[in-house]
């Protein structure tokens, strides 16, 4: 078969598969802080970012043989990731419900927001946010609130003991703390 009737793929097919998945029925949960964040960055690639390297591939295009220009192709290559990343967070913060954890201020009950420390049956002691999906930072402490860890702790108040299966088996875990920010504070 000539190559002029092979389908070549850039990519793009993927991009429902870098989507982490919702439960059935579920809600794309955000912070205010966490939606300001991701529409911060798809307005800098849309407004900054693509035009630089249009116009960048547009030279290159000027400059002849297109199959050895380094520019050329490194540039294509580039617009077709921003490409990707702008519909990514478009359909993201599209389907985004804002919930902001300052209204559960001074409550002692887990929900979307709450910092939690608790502590396991060796009594070590943890602490994690819990965040939305697209907004965690793992190095920071913060989980997705649809982790197991998180699922097991969600509406748990200070005191509690809930069960979590972890990959070593089924584990106590006890809620010591449960904070939320103040209204009013990033």
């Known amino acids: 078969m000539s190559k002029a009737f092979t389908k070549e793929s850039d ?8 989507l982490p998945p ?3 029925g579920g809600r794309n ?11 911060t960055e798809l307005l800098q ?5 693509r035009p630089k390297t249009v116009e960048v591939v547009s030279w290159a ?7 050895e220009n380094g520019d050329y192709l490194y540039g294509k290559k580039r617009l077709r990731e921003i490409d990707r990343r702008i519909r990514f967070l478009t ?3 599209d389907i985004a419900e804002v919930a902001d954890p300052s209204a559960h201020f001074g409550k002692d009950q887990v929900f979307f927001g709450a910092t939690v420390t608790y502590a396991d049956a060796q009594g070590d002691e943890h602490t994690i ?3 939305g999906i697209d907004e965690v930072d793992n190095l920071q402490g913060e989980v997705s609130w649809i982790a197991p860890i998180a699922r097991a702790l969600l509406k748990a108040r200070e005191g509690d003991e809930v069960q979590f299966m972890s990959p070593g088996g089924l584990q106590v875990l006890e809620v010591l703390e449960v904070r939320y920010p103040e209204p009013g504070q990033a």
């Open 11 to 18: 990519g793009d097919e993927d991009d429902d598969l870098a």
């Open 22 to 24: 919702l439960p059935p």
């Open 29 to 39: 949960y955000m912070t205010p802080q966490g939606y300001a964040r991701l529409r």
């Open 45 to 49: 690639l849309i407004d900054e970012e």
């Open 61 to 67: 295009a000027k400059n002849g043989d297109r199959s």
């Open 91 to 93: 359909k993201r913060l």
């Open 129 to 131: 946010t819990i965040k």
